[in-house]
């Protein structure tokens, strides 16, 4: 992302957010993709940071209930991959 910081400046959405993130995410406050922040919290999947993404991005807001969003990261720690991850950020990298 710091190679690409000066074209970041006309892809990004919100560029001061995007460097805000991007400072986090190098400090190791935040990751750039994590659970649902509006799920409940559970103490049956494992502990990671706190996501500037999430899977949830996608998913319309009548169906973003905390059932659901517990579930959704629930499959997310289950099924964890490197390439899921990839696909959430390629998809949402605008508003990174």
């Not at 919290?41 to 999430?54: A, E, F, N, T, W």
């Not at 996608?58 to 964890?80: C, Q």
């Not at 991959?81 to 605008?94: A, E, G, K, N, P």
Request: aromatic share 10%.
């Amino acid at each position: 992302m710091l190679l690409t910081l000066p074209a970041q400046l006309l892809i990004q959405r919100r560029f001061l957010r995007f460097l805000s993130n991007l400072a986090a995410v190098a400090l190791g406050r935040y990751s750039w993709v994590g659970y649902c922040p509006d799920g409940e919290p559970s103490s049956d999947l494992p502990k990671i940071r706190p996501g500037v993404l999430h899977p949830a991005a996608e998913l319309p807001e009548s169906l973003r209930h905390p059932g659901a969003i517990h579930r959704l990261n629930f499959l997310y720690a289950k099924d964890y991959s490197v390439d899921m991850d990839w696909r959430i950020l390629v998809s949402r990298f605008r508003e990174l």
